[in-house]
């Protein structure tokens, strides 16, 4: 089953290890029976797979950590909670203990907020670049406490897109790790493994789960990284959750589980002492919206495009941004056309982004104006969506990093959904000249 | 593992389950794959049967002491496949003050279907025994059908004299057992054959699903129960399955405190200048164990006293809620003229004495003092309404 199609239906799931249901069952159970003391015991040691307690793990949440592992071309996945949940788990575990991360100005405005503000305080710290497809810029900032590149496949809203096989390159000859947000394309239009990644993040809330019907994150480990070189002490430390005490056998992550050190540790310590777990009913709509993730996607780009190519013809439009244009215009040579072009053959997703003349007023009265789209501040879902970001998705964001990231007071995004696509442009053809008093 | 609180929250795991998990997991595929064509799955196609919903059918046969449980979309659903093993030309008698949805069910459309039902008062033993011999042009009943409480008066009916009589004529016994519950009667102990539920109500107990339930005491009518379930289909689905089960494991605790409330409700209306009369199994003196109740259950009625309106009463509670339903945490109120009764012609609603001064209440599990003083309250302002109105008739009557 190498297609994501395919995956997106199949993966993950042995019908005969639950009673042959065609579809996985939702486990709404806390705990588990461990049966006898010799299994408890290895449950609890990790030397026995199964289920104990839902905090650490869920039958119904485990068909969905390896149906995304699957479509990531990944080695193994862990749920939880939210997107943040996925972004925040996956730096720490990388950076904890004084690490630095790199990353570009143009991050979702809660991972911004997160590491800018935030991690710090943990002693993590984020050196911030203009351009991620700077690779000098970038491999300037490598030092010796670098522990991981963070970047989106596609930026939002600006949709410019991320050169992950080049930056995999690079943080590979250093020694660090490529951690990928991969939310706005999906696996569907993007698999950043294949390009050398070596950890995705979802917020799955967006186009895997697909009806902005439940929130959710996942952290996918390609299981290619060596976690037990120097760089990274906390996972060559023992640890007592991994070791045997009693029996005087002491481990560390690396040495215990060697490939599954990051995806161990994520579970161990992130998700089972933190919390953010996913729960079984949000795991299970997310895994009936996945068996639709290809058309959907495939659709909504398609009209995404098509509203794209409309808008740059539409008065007072001052600018799109939209990277997936340059799938159709052979002729811009530029070097993010020829990176879209060549990662991302099949489009770049369904979120868009606009610049209209004028400023607060008319951003505000094409939002009050619009009647298909709905005001929401959320991107994936089967309703088209439209939002203002620096007011609402990016406000927690310090004004270089907006202007780095092209969100301006007059920007508008969109989130295209499966609304006939005609209906689409008419309804922002509408709002538009309402907007301008035409 | 004997007694009924517990059978209340394990139920009878079904065994299948690799995982552990404590609860058993919400099944929503409609079909099972087969691993070869002789190797038939335990279960096929979700309509007619799924891991969840047979948690719940077992869990409810077993409580009810039968040898078999179904589970339907509604209390309606199941009454409704219940009925379906009848013939054209078969005769049913039917308590005559049952619920409205059931009478419409009977004689508007079974009739069509030529099921012939007899209403009779259920308490009036030899008008009973009449009524299901039957004459020389009547055949004798295929069934008796009833409800364990009436709805909305609250008269016990005898299940085991009425299984007598039933049994002495070859029509069995159909009961009605959502009033009162496993937790207070088991009607198959009492010669009952079949018992149906709307779960909706205690049984689910929170107001958050509509269900219905169904068990037989052997094995023949459990087949031909199970083929009106399965050929007519209205079954409960997975996930309402396991909202039913959750509610059952907390049935005996919500009970045991809504019967303690609809006590002290009921004794405080009784002493109330302002209502003429309650209607709750007990609260006049008659015996209520001797007919095999170990409880009264959560629901109470009264009719105001003359000048109050009822709907100035009903209008200004602020604790109960005016809701149709009952047997849920929280406390409703209803009208039955006007809102689960409507569906009787008003001349058989007067006759079995459901009168449009009659108020219905479910109790829930609030705290008893806040109930009570939410009637005073919405009863101080009906009076009021009523004085005001008596002196304005007297103005007008002076103006003249």
């Not at chain 2, 619920?99 to 419409?104: D, P």
């Amino acid at each position: 089953m190498c297609h994501v199609e395919t995956s997106a239906i199949h993966s993950g799931y042995t019908a005969a290890d639950h009673v042959h249901a065609a579809v996985p069952p939702i486990y709404l159970s806390a705990a588990f029976h461990m049966e006898s003391a010799d299994r408890g015991d290895a449950l609890s040691a990790g030397t026995q797979d199964g289920f104990s307690y839902s905090r650490v793990a869920n039958p119904t949440v485990d068909v969905l950590e390896r149906r995304i592992a699957a479509l990531e071309g990944g080695r193994s996945a862990v749920a939880v909670a939210s997107g943040m949940a996925a972004v925040s788990f996956a730096l720490l575990c990388a950076a904890e203990g004084g690490g630095r991360i790199i990353a570009p100005k143009t991050l979702y405005g809660a991972s911004v907020d997160a590491m800018a503000s935030f991690f710090p305080q943990f002693g993590v710290h984020t050196d911030f670049v203009d351009d991620i497809n700077d690779l000098a810029e970038v491999e300037a900032l490598i030092g010796p406490d670098t522990r991981a590149i963070f970047a989106e496949s596609v930026a939002n809203p600006s949709t410019e897109v991320t050169d992950v096989a080049a930056l995999a390159e690079l943080a590979h000859r250093h020694g660090v790790p490529l951690i990928v947000d991969n939310t706005v394309p999906t696996p569907y239009l993007f698999q950043p493994i294949r390009w050398g990644a070596d950890v995705v993040v979802h917020s799955t809330t967006k186009g895997i789960s697909g009806h902005g019907n439940t929130l959710g994150g996942v952290i996918v480990d390609a299981g290619n990284f060596d976690w037990g070189s120097p760089r990274f002490p906390q996972f060559t430390q023992p640890e007592l959750v991994v070791s045997d005490e009693r029996a005087g056998a002491w481990h560390s992550f690396a040495s215990r589980f060697g490939a599954d050190a990051y995806i161990r540790r994520v579970r161990i310590k992130y998700v089972r002492t933190f919390g953010a777990v996913e729960s079984p009913v949000n795991a299970y709509l997310q895994l009936l919206g996945l068996e639709t993730l290809a058309v959907r996607v495939r659709e909504q780009t398609r009209s995404a495009q098509a509203i794209a190519r409309h808008l740059r013809g539409v008065p007072h439009v001052r600018r799109v941004q939209y990277s997936g244009l340059a799938l159709e215009d052979e002729a811009d040579a530029g070097a993010q056309a020829q990176r879209v072009r060549r990662l991302f053959a099949h489009g770049v997703g369904p979120v868009l982004s606009f610049e209209l003349d004028g400023g607060r007023e008319q951003v505000s009265r094409v939002l009050d104006g619009v009647r298909v789209f709905s005001y929401v501040p959320n991107i994936g879902d089967a309703r088209s969506l439209i939002v203002d970001p620096a007011r609402i998705t990016h406000r927690e964001v310090p004004a270089e990093f907006r202007e780095a990231a092209g969100v301006s007071d007059n920007l508008i995004r969109l989130s295209v959904g499966l609304e006939h696509v005609d209906d689409l442009i008419a309804d922002l053809d509408g709002a538009i000249a309402h907007a301008y008093g035409v | 593992m004997t007694q009924l609180n517990t059978k209340l929250v394990h139920g009878l795991p079904l065994g299948t389950d690799t995982t552990g998990a404590v609860n058993p997991p919400i099944y929503n595929s409609s079909t099972y794959a087969f691993e070869t064509v002789e190797s038939m799955p335990r279960w096929d196609y979700a309509r007619s049967g799924n891991p969840t919903r047979e948690f719940l059918e077992r869990q409810i046969a077993q409580l009810e002491h039968g040898t078999r449980g179904f589970a339907f979309a509604s209390g309606l659903a199941a009454i409704h496949a219940v009925l379906s093993i009848f013939a054209p030309n078969d005769r049913i008698v039917v308590g005559a003050n049952i619920y409205g949805g059931t009478y419409s069910l009977f004689n508007e459309h079974f009739r069509r279907w030529g099921l012939l039902s007899t209403p009779v008062d259920t308490q009036d033993e030899s008008a009973l025994e009449r009524a299901v011999r039957g004459d020389d042009l009547t055949p004798p009943a295929r069934a008796v059908y009833v409800e364990t409480l009436t709805n909305p008066l609250l008269q016990v009916n005898d299940i085991a004299a009425i299984a007598r009589i039933a049994h002495r004529y070859g029509a069995i016994v159909i009961v009605d057992n959502t009033f009162v519950t496993p937790y207070l009667q088991q009607p198959l102990d009492l010669g009952a054959d079949i018992v149906l539920h709307s779960a909706t109500k205690y049984l689910a107990g929170h107001s958050d699903v509509i269900a219905g339930l169904a068990v037989v005491r052997d094995d023949a009518l459990g087949e031909r129960v199970y083929y009106a379930q399965n050929r007519l289909g209205g079954v409960l689905a997975p996930a309402e399955c396991d909202t039913v089960r959750r509610g059952i494991q907390t049935l005996a605790l919500r009970l045991e405190r809504q019967q303690e409330n609809a006590l002290a409700v009921a004794q405080h209306l009784l002493a109330h200048p302002y209502v003429r009369d309650v209607h709750y199994p007990g609260i006049h003196g008659e015996p209520v164990a001797a007919k095999g109740l170990r409880g009264c259950g959560g629901v109470l009625s009264f009719e105001v006293a003359p000048g109050i309106d009822p709907a100035d009463v009903l209008d200004h509670l602020r604790v109960f809620r005016l809701a149709v339903s009952l047997g849920a945490v929280e406390s409703l109120a209803e009208l039955p003229a006007r809102m689960t009764h409507f569906e009787l012609p008003r001349s058989e609603r007067l006759k079995v004495g459901i009168t449009d001064e009659l108020i219905r209440l479910s109790i829930g599990i609030e705290d008893v003092r806040d109930l009570i003083d939410d009637l005073d309250q919405a009863f101080d302002v009906a009076q009021e309404h009523a004085r005001r109105r008596s002196t304005d008739d007297l103005y007008a009557v002076l103006a003249i």
